[in-house]
T-cell receptor, first 116, second 112 residues
């Protein structure tokens, strides 16, 4: 069974600084998708960024980028120029087929605090 | 374009009762998945429906069931509620062939 591990229950960063959230996963599949989701106090899960395992290039979305290390099964999220609105729970997630068919496997989450 | 809509947002039920939660996916999305979120267990996959058929199911007892209608709207039902069923229930929809799942705001179920 696939597992996703987020080893940092909580992280704190000063506004405008850079922070990196860690995620490791375990799978025997060669093709899969990885995601970072953000869950603010409103509870709605918001997709931050996605990475296809077959792509060597790391995904980037504005201030958010990932460091995908397939051999190490590592998928970290870097947030640059942190803003107060980035404060939330961040979940790393894994899926084999994409499109939701097999369900997402989530890590336990990292609570990100932004210090003004 | 409207997002994923879940109703109701909050629900309080008594042990032993049953409950039905509703999810309307994004227009054009035919896949609907359900997740349970609790402080102890985190986010866990319940089941997924596509074209009115359950394609996959997580490790939950048979008290948890669901269905999908021809317009892709989905409902999940929990019978004989237990205190441990108190959770945030999240619904997500996906477009065929696209890996992203888009979530609703969830239904907060409290069992007393």
């Amino acid at each position: 069974a696939q597992t996703v591990t987020q080893s940092q229950p909580e992280m704190s960063v000063q506004e405008a600084e850079t922070v990196t959230l860690s995620c490791t996963y375990d799978t025997s599949e060669s093709d899969y998708y990885l995601f970072w989701y953000k869950q603010p106090p409103s509870r709605q899960m918001i997709l931050v960024i996605r990475q296809e395992a077959y792509k060597q290039q790391n995904a980037t979305e504005n201030r958010f980028s990932v460091n995908f290390q397939k051999a190490a099964k590592s998928f970290s999220l870097k947030i640059s120029d942190s803003q107060l609105g980035d404060a939330a729970m961040y979940f790393c997630a894994y899926n084999v087929s994409g499109g939701g068919a097999d369900g997402l496997t989530f890590g336990k989450g990292t609570h990100l605090i932004i210090q003004p | 374009k409207a997002g994923v809509t879940q109703t109701p947002r909050y629900l309080i039920k008594t042990r032993g009762q049953q409950v039905t939660l509703s999810c309307s996916p994004i227009s054009g999305h035919r896949s609907v998945s359900w997740y349970q979120q609790t402080p102890g267990q985190g986010l866990q996959f319940l089941f997924e429906y596509f074209s009115e058929t359950q394609r996959n199911k997580g490790n939950f007892p048979g008290r948890f069931s669901g269905r999908q209608f021809s317009n892709s709207r989905s409902e999940m039902n929990v019978s004989t509620l237990e205190l441990g069923d108190s959770a945030l229930y999240l619904c997500a929809s996906s477009l065929t062939g696209v890996p992203e799942a888009f979530f609703g705001q969830g239904t907060r179920l409290t069992v007393v």
